[in-house]
């Protein structure tokens, strides 16, 4: 007996090990199974930012490429013009509309996938099951097609001797073709076209497992269409509207081939004015310094909206 | 006083149309605990949810206190329901989804807030106002949903198979509660079940219903001892239907006999029935055994099985056409032996077909 009480701790003391040993086991297969997660991420991401962060801090080659002085010109470049003669600095705002148009176009974007996208998402919901893949198969349709390819084809959508123009003119609701190509709102209707997949999917994702009987207890305890809407499915659906906005609104201020085709070039967006910099403009330190400042505002943005979404939560809670 | 008056519904249109409920007229007394009893596909449940004005009739009125209701959107009327599944508000906490009703109707907060202490007390969940709702067991959630659908004070609460998705013992318990709840608030109480005991045990009032129709309404005794029809014998409590001669009618009651047994004078469902074989519904408690030559004997037949349940036996004893009667008896006599079955002839019922 006195021996078998002696055993005991050494026999916990074995068990720790054991365990700790698991642990630690544990730790190295986890490790590496997030290695080529993690390298791709470094190779491919941190290093070209790490690489736009320097490149931003130099001054721009005469060829393209950057010279190895530091300076913060790509900075105050953006919101300053500095006089070729006295180098005085002067308020420049050109820089400024570009951000402004891009966020003003990427929000209505936003919204206005947002306002398409919902009843959709919600529509999709309320099948019954085996009809759901169906429709979400015909969202995904358009990716099976190449953004550049489909933005072709609304080009020839809405130029003036286009669809819309031809079948207005055959119909004599105009004599004329309007100007819709190169417009705000054309790029506003291609930017929609793009990212409304973006928007529905994760509405979809967190209406799917509503109960549909919440809207008859809602409607039962007094509540009017109007306020079921606004009490019962816009909350339950928040996490999927928060996370569509995010995915349509971030990659749209970004936009690239969209304000380019649509906007003809005149209607410079972020996205068209970085990727000057690298080409005609052969100032790649700005475009560096353009991209980091987008970069910088996006994440104070999501941020903020992600405190405000947690403040919310609570006082719900 | 809810007043159902020759309710038609019908879902779909044209041939393919299905009639959930054909002509139902009903009364429910004012603060009564009131029970729609059947099996599943009935009615019932559509019938609740005309009332509760989720579904509008294909014809015929609802009232409610003489009003009309028929028409309202569920929003306009003052009744509230509990769900089968609770459908309780998962991004509200329990008190919010307590106080859901009185907010949509725009009460001062200070009465919402009592209301809600109120109502947490009643269904004795006073501490946990603040939990989410998915953090509750399914009884928890039961009681909330229950506090949700009382906090408006509404003239009449419906429930819907309420006490379904509970296990047997929690199931027993809210029985209970329910009751005690009907009773505190003095609400009338629409109660919809497929649980024939559960009916019998809570309910002042049963309608039993079969095929979108009202077979029988009447307190669970009536029902129990005197069913009317075949459907409502067989669907409460085992029941034993045996063929009988009708001989007569003497006053209210039936003249009739089994087989060349002497004639009997027993309660009938109908007075209109021709003389002929007729069913008559006998309860396995009411049977005694005697001897087979015995003068006591209604019925003879042969044990073909005997069971014991603990607080007695259930003995079938198949009888000379070939019917299966069960008997619940003290001691169950030898398999093979032929018994004379007897019981007080007042708990005997002529059905009406």
């Given at each position: 007996?006195?021996?078998?009480?002696?055993?005991?701790?050494?026999?916990?003391?074995?068990?720790?090990?054991?365990?700790?040993?698991?642990?630690?086991?544990?730790?190295?297969?986890?490790?590496?199974?997030?290695?080529?997660?993690?390298?791709?991420?470094g190779?491919?991401?941190?290093?070209?930012?790490?690489?736009?962060?320097?490149?931003?801090?130099?001054?721009?080659?005469?060829?393209?490429?950057?010279?190895?002085?530091?300076?913060?010109?790509?900075?105050?470049?953006?919101?300053?013009?500095?006089?070729?003669?006295?180098?005085?600095?002067?308020?420049?705002?050109?820089?400024?509309?570009?951000?402004?148009?891009?966020?003003?176009?990427?929000?209505?974007?936003?919204?206005?996938?947002?306002?398409?996208?919902?009843?959709?998402?919600?529509?999709?919901?309320?099948?019954?099951?085996e009809?759901?893949?169906?429709?979400?198969?015909?969202?995904?349709?358009?990716?099976?097609?190449?953004?550049?390819?489909?933005?072709?084809?609304?080009?020839?959508?809405?130029?003036?001797?286009g669809?819309?123009?031809?079948?207005?003119?055959?119909?004599?609701?105009?004599?004329?073709?309007m100007?819709?190509?190169?417009?705000?709102?054309?790029?506003?209707a291609?930017?929609?076209?793009?990212?409304?997949?973006?928007?529905?999917?994760?509405?979809?994702?967190?209406?799917?497992?509503?109960?549909?009987?919440?809207?008859?207890?809602?409607?039962?305890?007094?509540?009017?269409?109007?306020?079921?809407?606004?009490?019962?499915?816009?909350?339950?659906?928040?996490?999927?509207i928060?996370?569509?906005?995010?995915?349509?609104?971030?990659?749209?201020?970004?936009?690239?081939?969209?304000?380019?085709?649509?906007?003809?070039?005149?209607?410079?967006?972020?996205?068209?004015?970085?990727?000057?910099?690298?080409?005609?403009?052969?100032?790649?330190?700005?475009?560096?310094?353009?991209?980091?400042?987008?970069?910088?505002?996006?994440?104070?943005?999501?941020?903020?909206?992600?405190?405000?979404?947690?403040?919310?939560?609570?006082?719900?809670? | 006083?809810?007043?159902?008056?020759?309710v038609?519904?019908?879902?779909?249109?044209?041939?393919?149309?299905?009639?959930?409920?054909?002509?139902?007229?009903?009364?429910?007394?004012?603060?009564?605990?009131?029970?729609?009893?059947?099996?599943?596909?009935?009615?019932?449940?559509?019938?609740l949810?005309?009332?509760?004005?989720?579904?509008?009739?294909?014809?015929?009125?609802?009232r409610?206190?003489?009003?009309?209701?028929?028409?309202?959107?569920?929003?306009?009327?003052?009744?509230?329901?509990?769900?089968?599944?609770?459908?309780?508000?998962?991004?509200?906490?329990?008190?919010?989804?307590?106080?859901?009703?009185?907010?949509?109707?725009?009460?001062?907060?200070?009465?919402?807030?009592?209301?809600?202490?109120?109502?947490?007390?009643?269904?004795?969940?006073?501490?946990?106002?603040?939990?989410r709702?998915?953090?509750?067991?399914?009884?928890?959630?039961?009681?909330?949903?229950?506090?949700?659908?009382?906090?408006?004070r509404?003239?009449?609460?419906?429930?819907?198979?309420?006490?379904?998705?509970?296990?047997?013992?929690l199931r027993?318990?809210?029985?209970?509660?329910?009751?005690?709840?009907?009773?505190?608030?003095?609400?009338?109480?629409?109660?919809?079940?497929?649980?024939?005991?559960?009916?019998?045990?809570?309910?002042?009032?049963?309608?039993?219903?079969?095929?979108?129709?009202?077979?029988?309404?009447?307190?669970?005794?009536?029902?129990?001892?005197?069913?009317?029809?075949?459907?409502?014998?067989?669907?409460?409590?085992?029941?034993?239907?045996?063929?009988?001669?009708?001989?007569?009618?003497?006053?209210?009651?039936?003249?009739?006999?089994?087989?060349?047994?002497?004639?009997?004078?027993?309660?009938?469902?109908?007075?209109?029935?021709?003389?002929?074989?007729?069913?008559?519904?006998?309860?396995?408690?009411?049977?005694?055994?005697c001897?087979?030559?015995?003068?006591a004997?209604?019925?003879?037949?042969?044990?073909?099985?005997?069971?014991?349940?603990?607080?007695?036996?259930?003995?079938?004893?198949?009888?000379?056409?070939?019917?299966?009667?069960?008997?619940?008896?003290?001691?169950?006599?030898?398999?093979?032996?032929?018994?004379?079955?007897?019981?007080?002839?007042?708990?005997?019922?002529?059905?009406?077909?």
């Amino acid at each position: 007996m006195a021996e078998l009480v002696q055993q005991i701790p050494k026999a916990s003391e074995n068990l720790q090990q054991a365990l700790h040993a698991r642990a630690k086991g544990k730790r190295r297969v986890r490790l590496f199974l997030l290695l080529p997660a993690l390298m791709i991420i470094g190779i491919f991401g941190l290093a070209p930012l790490s690489i736009a962060l320097i490149y931003s801090f130099l001054e721009p080659g005469t060829y393209g490429g950057v010279e190895w002085v530091f300076s913060t010109d790509a900075y105050v470049q953006f919101l300053f013009e500095r006089d070729i003669f006295d180098d005085t600095l002067s308020f420049n705002s050109a820089y400024l509309q570009i951000f402004g148009r891009s966020f003003g176009l990427a929000i209505f974007t936003m919204f206005g996938t947002l306002m398409l996208g919902f009843p959709v998402a919600y529509f999709i919901a309320a099948r019954p099951p085996e009809q759901r893949n169906a429709w979400l198969f015909a969202i995904t349709l358009p990716f099976w097609t190449n953004l550049l390819i489909r933005t072709y084809s609304m080009l020839l959508i809405v130029r003036d001797e286009g669809f819309i123009n031809l079948a207005l003119m055959k119909l004599g609701v105009i004599s004329t073709p309007m100007q819709m190509l190169y417009t705000d709102g054309a790029v506003l209707a291609g930017l929609v076209y793009s990212y409304l997949p973006f928007m529905i999917l994760p509405i979809y994702a967190s209406l799917e497992k509503f109960d549909f009987s919440l809207l008859e207890a809602g409607h039962d305890l007094y509540a009017s269409r109007m306020q079921v809407f606004r009490q019962i499915v816009i909350p339950i659906s928040r996490p999927g509207i928060v996370a569509g906005c995010a995915l349509v609104l971030i990659p749209a201020l970004g936009a690239y081939i969209t304000p380019e085709l649509l906007g003809g070039g005149k209607k410079l967006m972020i996205g068209n004015l970085i990727a000057m910099q690298f080409g005609s403009g052969r100032n790649w330190p700005f475009g560096s310094a353009a991209a980091l400042i987008l970069m910088g505002v996006v994440l104070i943005a999501l941020l903020l909206s992600l405190r405000a979404g947690a403040e919310k939560e609570n006082r719900h809670g | 006083m809810i007043d159902v008056r020759h309710v038609t519904k019908r879902f779909g249109e044209g041939a393919t149309a299905v009639t959930a409920l054909e002509n139902v007229s009903l009364a429910v007394p004012e603060g009564s605990f009131f029970t729609l009893l059947g099996p599943s596909g009935c009615g019932k449940t559509t019938l609740l949810r005309l009332i509760a004005g989720f579904e509008l009739p294909s014809e015929g009125e609802i009232r409610l206190d003489g009003e009309s209701i028929g028409h309202l959107p569920p929003h306009k009327r003052p009744v509230n329901t509990v769900f089968q599944n609770y459908a309780l508000f998962p991004h509200m906490s329990v008190a919010r989804n307590i106080g859901f009703g009185l907010e949509m109707l725009k009460r001062p907060k200070a009465e919402i807030a009592a209301t809600i202490e109120e109502m947490l007390d009643l269904v004795q969940l006073g501490a946990f106002a603040a939990r989410r709702v998915d953090q509750l067991s399914g009884g928890q959630q039961q009681r909330v949903a229950l506090a949700r659908a009382l906090a408006p004070r509404p003239k009449v609460l419906l429930l819907d198979e309420p006490l379904s998705a509970l296990d047997l013992k929690l199931r027993k318990g809210m029985q209970s509660e329910l009751k005690r709840l009907q009773n505190e608030t003095g609400i009338t109480f629409v109660f919809v079940t497929h649980d024939q005991s559960e009916a019998l045990a809570m309910s002042d009032q049963i309608a039993v219903m079969s095929a979108g129709a009202v077979q029988q309404v009447g307190t669970p005794e009536d029902i129990y001892t005197a069913p009317q029809s075949r459907f409502v014998a067989d669907f409460i409590g085992d029941t034993n239907i045996v063929t009988g001669e009708l001989l007569g009618y003497e006053g209210p009651m039936a003249r009739i006999r089994f087989a060349d047994g002497p004639p009997l004078t027993v309660k009938t469902a109908s007075a209109t029935l021709v003389p002929g074989p007729v069913h008559i519904a006998l309860r396995p408690e009411t049977i005694t055994v005697c001897d087979a030559a015995s003068e006591a004997a209604l019925l003879r037949g042969t044990v073909r099985d005997a069971t014991y349940f603990g607080a007695g036996s259930q003995m079938l004893v198949c009888l000379d056409d070939g019917t299966e009667i069960q008997a619940q008896v003290d001691r169950p006599s030898p398999v093979g032996t032929v018994v004379g079955l007897s019981c007080d002839t007042s708990m005997l019922q002529v059905l009406a077909d």
